[in-house]
């Protein structure tokens, strides 16, 4: 059984930073690609960052390029965000996602991801 469990959440001012971490258990041998998305009260799931699992390359939506770092440890079955100069738009619950079968392409779309985490709450005080 495979389960994601995020932390690292909570508040923090504009500018400021915070690191997510998503510890995943079971079959972690079969991921292909991990991401975060969040999701925005009111707002649609939107894609943040993604990572391949073996060769761990990463990629980013614009909105965070240059601010947010995706990055994998696959020995400890961890994923990370790395958070900085963060800003009132950034607020929202993080999940962390994998894909457990392979695709061609880098995936940023939630029906690519088979496996979700509960989330965690990021709230950047204006």
């Known amino acids: 059984q495979v389960q994601l469990v995020e932390s690292g959440g909570g508040l923090v001012q504009p500018r400021g930073s915070l690191r997510l971490s998503c510890v995943a258990s079971g079959r972690t041998a079969s991921y292909s690609w991990m991401g975060w998305f969040r999701q925005a009260p009111g707002k649609e799931r939107e894609f943040v960052a993604g990572?391949?699992?073996?060769?761990?390359?990463?990629y980013y939506v614009d909105s965070v390029e240059g601010r947010f770092t995706i990055s994998s440890d696959s020995a400890k079955n961890i994923l990370y965000l790395q958070m900085d100069s963060l800003n009132s738009e950034d607020t929202a619950v993080y999940h962390c996602?994998?894909?457990?079968?392979?695709?061609?392409?880098?995936?940023?779309?939630?029906?690519?991801?088979?496996?979700w985490g509960q989330g965690t709450q990021v709230t950047v005080i204006k």
């Open positions: 996602a994998a894909r457990a079968s392979p695709f061609p392409i880098k995936p940023s779309t939630s029906n690519l991801f088979n496996y």
């Open positions: 990572i391949n699992w073996s060769y761990g390359t990463p």
